[in-house]
T-cell receptor, first 110, second 114 residues
Framework: QQQVKQSPQSLIVQKGGISIINCAYE??????FPWYQQFPGKGPALLIA?????SEKKEGRFTISFNKSAKQFSLHIMDSQPGDSATYFC?????????FGEGTQLTVNP | DAGVIQSPRHEVTEMGQEVTLRCKPI?????LFWYRQTMMRGLELLIY????????DSGMPEDRFSAKMPNASFSTLKIQPSEPRDSAVYFC????????????FGNGTRLTVT
């Protein structure tokens, strides 16, 4: 059972544009929602994370929006840059077990 | 901080052979996780340890898979016998505490079973 569903599977954005990736979860016990960024040949690395007691968290060009009632959260990348081209994973956990979404391959064209 | 170190980076083996993947977590981290990444199934948690003790191995696909953590600085994931469907990238990750701590991933081992 896929507990975290992520969309889109792939995304192409022009440099300077906004990239938006969406995730939905099922398990209401989840209490931690991180986003990971993965470059080819590397392991995923934590990008930004949010807990359900806040609706938004911003770090530089990266923002997480969280809608607890809808059980949805999204990543917004403002002023997208070619260096942001990577695969992005949303995730959710309750305790130590982290469940990942399917991933979104982002390409930012120069 | 050298990060999580995995070896080998690439492993090519024939069906039926034993494969051992190795991981050195970040010093001071007391949680260790093994994940498998494939195009079809994404990132799957296989097993995780806390203070060297296996806590949840429900993701281990079959009895052919086993994992050990003999001490705080070393873990192995063994597949015996290996099968072509085991081909994937295997990641080890560590975290400083239990729940909701950021995972620090290694660069993975790409396993190809022919």
């Amino acid at each position: 059972q896929q507990q975290v569903k992520q969309s889109p599977q792939s995304l192409i954005v022009q440099k300077g544009g906004i990239s938006i990736i969406n995730c939905a979860y099922e398990n209401t016990a989840f209490d931690y929602f991180p986003w990971y960024q993965q470059f080819p040949g590397k392991g995923p690395a934590l990008l930004i994370a949010i807990r359900p007691d806040v609706s938004e968290k911003k770090e530089g060009r990266f923002t997480i929006s969280f809608n607890k009632s809808a059980k949805q959260f999204s990543l917004h990348i403002m002023d997208s840059q070619p260096g942001d081209s990577a695969t992005y994973f949303c995730a959710a956990s309750s305790g130590s077990r982290l469940t990942f979404g399917e991933g979104t391959q982002l390409t930012v064209n120069p | 901080d050298a990060g999580v170190i995995q070896s080998p980076r690439h492993e090519v083996t024939e069906m039926g052979q034993e494969v051992t993947l190795r991981c050195k977590p970040i010093s001071g981290h007391n949680s260790l996780f093994w994940y498998r990444q494939t195009m079809m199934r994404g990132l799957e948690l296989l097993i995780y340890f806390n203070n060297n003790v296996p806590i949840d191995d429900s993701g281990m696909p079959e009895d052919r898979f086993s994992a050990k953590m003999p001490n705080a600085s070393f873990s192995t994931l063994k597949i015996q016998p290996s099968e072509p469907r085991d081909s994937a990238v295997y990641f080890c990750a560590s975290a400083p505490t239990g729940g909701n701590s950021p995972l620090h991933f290694g660069n993975g081992t790409r396993l190809t079973v022919t």
